[in-house]
């Protein structure tokens, strides 16, 4: 089975924090994903990354940037944290870019900025 | 724009009473459909996914859709609900020529009641 693992569950950081969020897949997917979770929004796509190093903007990329240095990495992080980026932020894999491969899902991550 | 509506935010059943969860989607092309669901506390699994052929697709966990082209709809039904089934359902879309992007609902929340 694929895992895809984030390494922290709840986190809580100050404003104007940087703020790293890990994710880690262990199945050699290509392509890695960063959503934002919110209530009433359902799922909102931050960036995804194709390849290593490889990376484009999603729907809600303002704030945030991130780095895949290696395959199984992906790394989402807030410059400078604010309280509008209090959320459930989920990352997910896939094999490749066809519809036929499915997302897979971490647990999320729960981030509040205080 | 491609979006796709979730227009129940809470559906509340009785256990065993069966289940229609609605989904709308509005897309040019041919859609690629997907249910996702997410139990408390974790990640997003993938029920059921609608490519082409027959219009009634079988999922995982005794979930079944039915794409109705004409309706531009991809409802997803259960003919007995369990308590285990208590969780948040998603529909999604795929963009083809996109780089394995999918365009999620804002999700119904399912409760199931004794």
């Given at each position: ?36 979770q ?23 990329p ?46 999320g ?6 | ?49 609608y ?53 999620f ?10």
């Open positions: 089975d694929v895992k895809v693992t984030q390494s922290s569950r709840y986190l809580v950081k100050r404003t104007g924090e940087k703020v790293f969020l890990e994710c880690v897949q262990d199945m050699d997917h290509e392509n890695m994903f960063w959503y934002r919110d209530p009433g929004l359902g799922l909102r796509l931050i960036y995804f990354s194709y390849d290593v190093k490889m990376k484009e903007k999603g729907d809600i303002e704030g945030y940037s991130v780095s895949r240095e290696k395959k199984e990495r992906f790394s989402l992080i807030l410059e400078s944290a604010s309280t509008n980026q209090t959320s459930m932020y989920l990352c997910a894999s896939s094999q490749d870019s066809s519809y036929n491969s499915p997302l897979h899902f971490g647990n991550t729960r981030l509040t900025v205080t | 724009a491609q979006s796709v509506t979730q227009p129940d935010i809470h559906i509340t059943v009785s256990e065993g009473a069966s289940l229609e969860l609605r989904c709308n989607y509005s897309y040019g092309a041919t859609p690629y459909l997907f249910w996702y669901v997410q139990s408390p506390g974790q990640g997003l699994q993938l029920l059921l996914k490519f082409s052929g027959d219009t009634l697709v079988q999922g995982i966990k005794g979930f079944e859709a039915e794409f109705k082209r004409s309706q531009s709809s991809f409802n997803l039904r259960k003919p007995s609900v369990h308590w285990s089934d208590a969780a948040e359902y998603f529909c999604a879309v795929h963009l083809t020529g996109a780089t394995n992007k999918l365009i609902g804002t999700g119904t929340l399912l409760a199931v009641q004794p």
